[in-house]
């Protein structure tokens, strides 16, 4: 099994998008998570999707440290208790789960270790929803030229996110999907905003009765700005910004078939 994300996975060679900040790189079976252990959060990972060999594997496995990391580079247990914060999967359980069901039951057990966690609003509506749907419909709109894709994600590392048990809230998160289309590389960006759901004025994380998931899919040059990560062919990849298609900006997401492939 191929341990850590492969960059020749697609017709194209794709590389990791590499972070400006000083990064841990750990490889786990099809998918990489780059560690900022200041923040000890991710600041990119990448995984390789099969989409014709997923297998359907029962739910395995406990979150648990990287015993390859000192334990206070890590964003562990301490954070999630007594709190509406849920460990949110950077790379889904159910991406690198393809191939032989042995391997397969491995590679989604490795989506546990807390590296490949971020904070996140536990409060469940239709804009995460949304957000946990979208590599489905674009592996799904993918199949029709090729049925592989590469995924990267992470939070936005900001300098102003809020403080909370030592380490800073992410209020942002960014998402590329990336494939082979009829002409070469294909790739698309977006941003979850929780902003609205995080307050930690008080020392305690509370959600705002009101507060919103906000899902945008947007430019990906604008998600190298806003991260420090540069995502080499990517931007030039984006079909958000083809010359086909008029220049949108950021665009609000209420359903998948907002998205433009």
């Known amino acids: 099994m191929t341990d850590g994300y492969d960059a020749g996975f697609l017709a194209t060679p794709l590389p990791m998008p590499r972070p400006a900040l000083a990064v841990r790189e750990l490889t786990y079976p099809r998918f990489s998570v780059l560690l900022e252990p200041q923040r000890r959060l991710a600041a990119a990972t990448g995984v390789n999707i099969d989409g014709a060999r997923l297998v359907d594997v029962p739910r395995t496995g406990d979150w648990r440290l990287d015993p390859r990391l000192p334990s206070e580079e890590q964003t562990g ?54 957000w946990l749907g979208l590599e489905d419909h674009v592996l799904e709109y993918a199949e029709t030229t090729d049925q592989r894709m590469s995924v990267f994600t992470a939070p936005v590392l900001a300098d102003d996110d809020p403080p909370y048990r030592g380490i800073r809230i992410p209020l942002r998160f960014w998402k590329v999907a990336a494939w082979q289309g009829q002409t070469g590389l294909a790739a698309t960006g977006f941003i979850l905003d929780q902003s609205d759901l995080v307050d930690t004025s008080e020392g305690l994380l509370a959600t705002p009765p009101l ?28 079909v958000l910004t083809a010359q086909t298609v008029r220049p949108e900006g950021w665009r609000t997401l209420v359903t998948a078939e907002d998205v433009i492939l």
Not at 211 to 238: C, H, K, N, W, Y
């Open 77 to 130: 247990p301490d954070v999630y208790v007594r709190n509406d914060l849920d460990r949110g999967h950077l790379v889904r359980r159910r991406d690198p789960g393809w191939g032989a069901p042995a391997e397969a039951r491995d590679a989604t057990e490795a989506t546990f270790f807390y590296p490949n966690a971020a904070p996140q609003a536990a409060c469940f509506n239709q804009s995460k929803e949304l």
């Open 211 to 238: 507060g919103a998931f906000r899902t945008f899919q947007v430019p990906i040059a604008d998600i190298a700005d806003m991260s420090g990560v540069d995502f080499g062919a990517l931007p030039e990849a984006d």
